[in-house]
């Protein structure tokens, strides 16, 4: 399984419970086999990020989430912009960053962000299995890193 790190340059992760910052809505992404990855609503907020490393991970839900080593991996939501990849199997983000299941990532945490309550809830709707008892983690920028 192929790897990749990659390290924000202006990272912003957002507990879905803040909706300042978003200015246009989010979205689900399906990937070739039926998974789903959620893309956040537009950030246009400046609130510095704290870095938290992890691995991209499927979840039992049918959607992506990212492992930083904890309990249970978080809800992964990505940054507005991005797409399925030409593969099939994973995503590219607005900076061109190419995503699959298995890459490792350093993402961050702060206040504001992607992801507003409003839309959360439609995702919790939609994909009720892959919230149960899990975090949120919504990374809006990522720049890659060498192994």
């Known amino acids: 399984m192929r790897r990749r ?18 200015s246009s809505s ?3 992404l399906s990937l070739d086999d ?25 979840l039992d839900g049918g959607c992506w989430g990212l492992d930083d080593g904890g309990s249970d991996p978080d809800v992964l939501v990505l940054e507005h912009g991005t797409t399925v990849s ?7 983000t607005p ?3 190419e995503l ?13 962000g992607i992801a507003d309550n409003g839309l959360v809830e439609q995702w919790r709707e939609e994909l009720p299995a892959c919230f ?12 890659p890193l060498e192994p």
């Open 26 to 28: 989010g979205s689900r």
């Open 132 to 143: 149960s008892g899990r975090g949120l983690a919504a990374v809006s920028y990522i720049d």
């Open 100 to 112: 699959h299941v298995g890459d490792d990532i350093y993402g961050g945490s702060g206040g504001g």
């Open 86 to 92: 030409e593969d099939g199997g994973g995503v590219v």
């Open 34 to 58: 039926g998974t789903a990855v959620f893309v956040g609503a537009k950030y246009s907020g400046d609130v510095p990020a704290i870095g938290v490393p992890g691995t991209i991970v499927q």
């Open 95 to 97: 900076d061109g960053v």
């Open 5 to 22: 790190t990659a390290l924000p340059a202006v990272v912003v992760l957002a507990c879905a419970v803040a909706s300042s910052g978003c």
